[in-house]
Structures are given as structure tokens and as C-alpha cells.
């Protein structure tokens, strides 16, 4: 194993990098939309800059992944990755699902009420 990667290094194996299953999905997402060439990691790094320094000095690291979630939808919105319709219908049915999931299961689409 390479020690390299700090996600995989032994002075960093008690760490985990999210806190949230939702944060790593949004990490994954990010990663995924670069690697088919949709931004270049210098327009992502540009566009989480500039929501992170939009919070001003008194931000906490807590909402490091919610700054990484408005980045998100701002780029694919610039990009026309996707329309912004499309995305608000998408969220709406998260939250739907969400609020209909019982606390501690996992949430899905299925869950969401509108969708049946």
C-alpha cells in the first residue's frame, strides 16, 4: 500500500475524510462529472473557492461539504450539465424521501411519497 495518499496512510488511518455518507456521495459525484471531462479540476477548485470565500472568516469547517454542495450545483448549472428545473425536482424528491425515510434507514427514491 502506497503512504502517499493520505486517506490511506497509517499516521491517517483513524481519520475519515467524511462525516456524512452523503458528503462522500457528493465527493463522488464531483469526481465523476471531471473524470467525463464536464469541468476541469482548475473550474471546480475556482467555483468551491469562491462559495467557501463567499462565507467569510467567521465559517466553520463544519460546512465545508454544504459550500461543496452549492459549488456543486452552481457548476452544473454554468456548465449545463443540467437545467435547474431538473435539479430542483431531483432535491425535492430527496427531501420528500428523506422526511418519509425512518430515522437510522437508509434513504432512497422509493421512499419518496409522490413517487408511487
Same mark, same amino acid.
Given at each position: #500500500?502506497?503512504? $502517499?495518499?493520505?486517506? =490511506?496512510?497509517?499516521?491517517?488511518? $483513524?481519520?475519515?475524510?467524511?462525516?456524512?455518507? +452523503?458528503? /462522500?456521495?457528493?465527493? @463522488? !459525484?464531483?469526481?465523476?462529472?471531471?473524470?467525463?471531462? #464536464?469541468?476541469?479540476?482548475?473550474?471546480?477548485?475556482? =467555483?468551491?473557492?469562491?462559495? !467557501?470565500?463567499?462565507?467569510?472568516?467567521?465559517? =466553520? /469547517?463544519?460546512?465545508?461539504?454544504?459550500? +461543496? #454542495? %452549492? @459549488?456543486?450545483?452552481?457548476?452544473?448549472?454554468?456548465?449545463?450539465?443540467?437545467?435547474?428545473?431538473?435539479?430542483?425536482?431531483?432535491? $425535492?424528491?430527496?427531501?420528500?424521501?428523506?422526511?418519509?425515510?425512518?430515522?437510522?434507514?437508509?434513504?432512497?427514491?422509493? %421512499?419518496?411519497?409522490?413517487?408511487?
Amino acid at each position: #500500500m502506497s503512504h $502517499d495518499n493520505p486517506f =490511506t496512510s497509517k499516521d491517517h488511518e $483513524d481519520e475519515h475524510p467524511f462525516n456524512e455518507p +452523503w458528503q /462522500a456521495h457528493a465527493f @463522488a !459525484i464531483v469526481v465523476k462529472l471531471h473524470e467525463q471531462e #464536464m469541468f476541469t479540476w482548475n473550474e471546480w477548485a475556482e =467555483t468551491l473557492g469562491k462559495f !467557501i470565500a463567499d462565507a467569510g472568516p467567521d465559517d =466553520t /469547517a463544519d460546512n465545508y461539504y454544504h459550500h +461543496w #454542495m %452549492a @459549488a456543486l450545483e452552481a457548476i452544473v448549472y454554468a456548465k449545463n450539465i443540467t437545467r435547474a428545473g431538473e435539479l430542483m425536482q431531483r432535491r $425535492d424528491q430527496w427531501d420528500r424521501a428523506a422526511r418519509a425515510t425512518p430515522h437510522g434507514q437508509p434513504i432512497t427514491l422509493e %421512499a419518496d411519497p409522490l413517487s408511487q
